[in-house]
């Protein structure tokens, strides 16, 4: 008896037709092209940061943003992006946008209450 076969090839193909392209960054006057979904590294981090953000813990939230950006831009991008020199402040602008564009909430937010 043949086992289940399960597409993941299939399956991606058809949400990124579905979803288009992914997010462009606009930095120091060089665009920086983000994947149409979070790669499940990036989610990991994100993960890390969430739980950086409930124990305020600053020193492990800013590592965890750095290796969220650094997997979703890929190694050569990051490095042309890190070279901008992005500030703290450029830096919670990029997660604001990136919230928005993946539609994930931002650590330390909680879902909107339902309507009454």
Same mark, same amino acid.
């Given at each position: 008896?043949?086992?289940?076969?399960?597409? &993941?090839?299939?399956?991606?193909? %058809?949400?990124?037709?579905? #979803?288009?392209?992914?997010?462009?960054?606009?930095? !120091? !006057?060089?665009?920086? @092209?983000?994947? %149409?979904? =979070?790669?499940?590294? @990036?989610?990991?981090?994100?993960?890390?940061?969430?739980?950086?953000?409930?124990?305020?813990?600053?020193?492990?939230? @800013?590592?965890?943003? =750095?290796?969220? =950006? #650094? #997997?979703? &831009?890929?190694?050569?991008?990051?490095?042309?992006? %890190?070279?901008?020199?992005?500030?703290?402040?450029?830096?919670?602008? &990029?997660?604001?946008?990136?919230?928005?564009?993946? !539609?994930?909430?931002?650590?330390?937010?909680?879902? %909107? #209450?339902?309507?009454?």
């Amino acid at each position: 008896m043949a086992g289940a076969r399960i597409d &993941l090839d299939a399956a991606r193909a %058809a949400r990124q037709e579905a #979803s288009g392209e992914g997010p462009v960054i606009v930095w !120091g !006057g060089q665009d920086y @092209t983000l994947p %149409a979904e =979070i790669p499940f590294e @990036t989610a990991e981090e994100l993960s890390r940061l969430e739980a950086a953000h409930a124990a305020e813990n600053d020193v492990e939230a @800013t590592d965890a943003i =750095i290796k969220a =950006i #650094s #997997s979703l &831009l890929g190694a050569e991008q990051y490095e042309r992006f %890190a070279a901008g020199r992005p500030s703290v402040d450029d830096m919670a602008a &990029l997660v604001d946008g990136l919230s928005e564009a993946y !539609g994930f909430e931002q650590p330390g937010e909680s879902p %909107a #209450s339902p309507a009454s």
